[in-house]
């Protein structure tokens, strides 16, 4: 018997399948790539930013207030930050229009107070010094509050202990100065303030935090105070 002239052999037949599906995957793959391509090019057409703010965007500076104050300062103001001692293991902290006065890197804190004076029409640092209140000399410090000049801004931290050697006198020239907790300031208290010479009123930036077994965050000491803000300048 002969064999029908249309009938393949069985390994033609395979590979014209295989053929038809490697054809029908290029058809695919081809179309998916056209629709994908269209798809992204209508997105981004549709977010895309105008060049001008693009450009805007690119070239807005990161402004970074003075001292990391969390925004500029007005004009006629200065920026400020102070930052207590922590226990007796770190020392207190200065800053003054982005100028860092009293530091641990500075090397020039201590124990007891520590103490810097400013210009308050300039904003020039005039000095800064510390004063040992546990077994240093309290006349020190008198002498030093005393000879304050007028219009001079005062910045004070704490360090260990701030309160041991102070005096009815020196409570009383910490006082002048605008402080409201002088007068009861003791041994570790924790205290930051910023004050002016002879300032009729209390000033507004003081912090301060007693030294209490129960509530101390570090043994022995309560925990570091940080004090911040624009203080305005003095008008001549």
Request: proline fraction near 6%.
């Amino acid at each position: 018997m002969g064999i029908p002239q249309n009938f393949l052999p069985a390994s033609s037949l395979a590979w014209a399948l295989c053929v038809l599906r490697f054809l029908a995957l290029i058809f695919a793959l081809v179309t998916t790539w056209i629709f994908i391509r269209s798809y992204i090019s209508l997105n981004a057409k549709t977010i895309r930013l105008p060049r001008w703010l693009s450009l805007v965007t690119k070239e807005i500076p990161v402004v970074r207030a003075k001292c990391g104050l969390a925004k500029p300062c007005p004009k006629e103001f200065f920026a400020f930050k102070i930052s207590s001692g922590a226990a007796n293991v770190v020392g207190p902290t200065m800053c003054f229009e982005n100028q860092v006065i009293m530091s641990p890197v500075k090397n020039n804190v201590g124990r007891g107070l520590n103490i810097a004076l400013v210009n308050g029409t300039t904003g020039m640092v005039l000095t800064q010094k510390c004063f040992d209140m546990y077994s240093g000399e309290v006349k020190l410090l008198v002498k030093f509050l005393k000879e304050i000049p007028e219009g001079t801004l005062v910045l004070v931290a704490s360090y260990d202990d701030p309160g041991t050697r102070l005096n009815d006198e020196t409570r009383k020239l910490l006082s002048s100065l605008g402080s409201s907790y002088a007068k009861q300031l003791g041994f570790r208290d924790s205290w930051v303030f910023l004050g002016a010479k002879d300032l009729k009123d209390k000033s507004p930036f003081e912090q301060f935090l007693k030294n209490n077994p129960n509530t101390n965050k570090y043994e022995g000491w309560p925990e570091l105070l940080e004090l911040e803000g624009c203080v305005p300048r003095k008008i001549p």
